[in-house]
């Protein structure tokens, strides 16, 4: 069993977009972003801890950060880590803010 802090370090926020929207309409498959060390087993026990759902499948994937240009310098935006969950047939997560 993970540490309770941990679950709360696990999930950072859910990734809204249309994609992830889209995904979420035709296959149960909801998009977050979670902490670059996350692993598959960890955010698996997260969801189905904190939203009280079973959880059939989980995909991760790292995002490589753009660089981008601020004035004269050049940048780089953070690389983050996106997981695609796949619950299990007939459960939901109800985000707030999602139709």
């Known amino acids: ?7 709360l370090q696990v999930l950072l926020a859910p990734h ?5 929207t889209m995904t979420a ?4 498959t909801h998009v977050f972003k979670v ?13 189905e801890e904190l939203f009280e759902v079973k ?26 880590r996106k997981a695609y969950v796949k619950l299990a047939e007939g459960q939901d ?3 707030a803010g999602a139709n």
Do not use: C, P
């Not at 809204?16 to 992830?20: A, M, N, T």
């Not at 902490?35 to 969801?47: C, D, F, G, L, P």
């Not at 991760?60 to 953070?78: E, H, I």
């Open 1 to 7: 069993m993970m540490q309770q802090e941990r679950i």
């Open 16 to 20: 809204i977009s249309e994609k992830s």
């Open 25 to 28: 309409d035709a296959s149960g």
């Open 35 to 47: 902490h670059t060390s996350a692993t598959k087993t960890e955010i698996k026990q997260a969801v």
């Open 55 to 80: 959880v059939a499948q989980v995909r991760v994937l790292n995002v490589k950060g753009k660089t981008k240009r601020f004035g004269q310098r050049m940048g780089k935006r953070s690389d983050w």
């Open 93 to 95: 997560i109800a985000l």
